[in-house]
């Protein structure tokens, strides 16, 4: 893994599906939204709980390459926002969702596309922040997110064990 993540922050199918839950409760008030912008691929499982829990039916994606593994790399895009989607008045009523916000490279370039929309995230870290309207848990930049999908069970070394860490 890249020397720049100092801590790691893992995230069970449980804990994830609380909090994305806990997003949607917290954009019940910043609604009502007509539909929903996935970014795939984070953002396909908090989409579809928070689409669910707020009784939106209408869900579209986008689908942006930044990352493999754990490099960062240049944006892609790789599908755009349906025109049906984009085109409605600069994205007002659109929730965009995803599952973290990291140097908000991702959000930036969604965020071009969709610039009066709503845009929501799990978790943030500093240096994206300020590109979400809504988000449940910030972690420090130097922390890498395991995400239930990139995970199978092993063994944890203890925090303060620095020899096997």
């Known amino acids: 893994m890249d020397e720049?993540?100092?801590?790691s922050f893992p995230v069970s199918w449980d804990q994830f599906h609380r909090d994305a839950r806990a997003l949607a409760w917290r954009l019940s008030a910043a609604g009502p939204f007509h539909a929903v912008?996935?970014?795939?691929?984070?953002?396909l499982v908090p989409a579809a709980v928070v689409a669910r829990e707020l009784g939106i039916r209408v869900i579209?994606?986008?689908?942006?390459?930044?990352?493999?593994y754990d490099k960062q790399g240049e944006i892609q895009v790789l599908k755009p926002i349906s025109e049906?989607?984009?085109?409605?008045?600069?994205?007002k009523g659109v929730l965009i969702v995803d599952d973290l916000v990291d140097t908000g490279a991702t959000a930036r370039v969604?965020?071009?596309?969709?610039?009066?929309?709503?845009?929501?995230?799990?978790?943030?870290?500093?240096?994206g922040r300020p590109l979400v309207d809504t988000f449940i848990t910030e972690v420090s930049q130097d922390t890498w997110i395991y995400l239930p999908w990139d995970m199978h069970l092993t063994f944890a070394p203890p925090i303060g064990d620095k020899a096997t860490a």
């Open 37 to 43: 912008v996935a970014v795939t691929r984070g953002g």
């Open 110 to 127: 969604v965020r071009e596309m969709l610039p009066k929309a709503h845009f929501a995230t799990v978790y943030a870290k500093p240096a």
């Open 4 to 7: 720049k993540w100092q801590k």
């Open 84 to 91: 049906a989607i984009a085109k409605k008045d600069g994205g």
């Open 60 to 68: 579209e994606s986008v689908c942006v390459a930044s990352y493999e």
